[in-house]
């Protein structure tokens, strides 16, 4: 099974710690979300809490340090819904590095939402595939609300755009 998933962080520097972990997957046709805020740990330096980044994923410091969930907790959350599924993004590279910070270990691969997409939906690499560009278009007509659990839901809705109806 495919999960997508999407973090939101308190910056985008190199030292930059997950706030918020989002994860989407298909049963069946139905799309299932699911997310937490991350109570940041102790360890991870809050002056990294960037103003810019807060303003775009709406999530004040306050808000992730009081309604969040204890980072460890998270993690074998995480780790019990992933098991030995597959996980893609459209920002593999963020997200690989926020999901190692919070296992604060290498974590399971996570593969790039273009390359997994033409992979499964491109026909036989034809690049005008009607059925990757349905995966596309729906991809580009869901806003991006810098959520993580919503835009994990935009990717899998994408991906269902790319399955048969049967």
């Given amino acids: 099974m495919n999960i997508f998933i999407d973090f939101e962080a308190s910056s985008l520097s190199s030292q930059s710690w997950p706030i918020e972990v989002g994860m989407a997957w298909l049963e069946g046709r139905k799309v299932v979300v699911k997310g937490r805020l991350i109570i940041p740990r102790v360890e991870w330096d809050p002056n990294d809490w960037d103003p810019k ?32 599924n597959t996980l893609i993004s459209d920002a593999p590279d963020f997200d690989q590095r926020w999901l ?55 990717l899998a809705y994408a991906w269902r755009a790319g399955m048969s109806k049967g």
């Fill in 53 to 84: 980044s807060e303003k775009v994923h709406g999530l004040q410091y306050s808000a992730v340090t009081t309604t969040g969930s204890d980072a460890d907790e998270v993690s074998d959350w995480l780790l019990d819904i992933v098991q030995e």
């Fill in 100 to 154: 190692d910070h919070l296992l604060r270990r290498p974590g399971p691969r996570i593969m790039d939402f273009d390359q997994a997409a033409w992979n499964t939906f491109s026909d036989r690499g034809n690049r005008a595939s009607s059925v990757l560009s349905r995966v596309y278009k729906t991809k580009s007509n869901r806003p991006t609300t810098h959520r993580a659990g919503p835009d994990a839901a935009d």
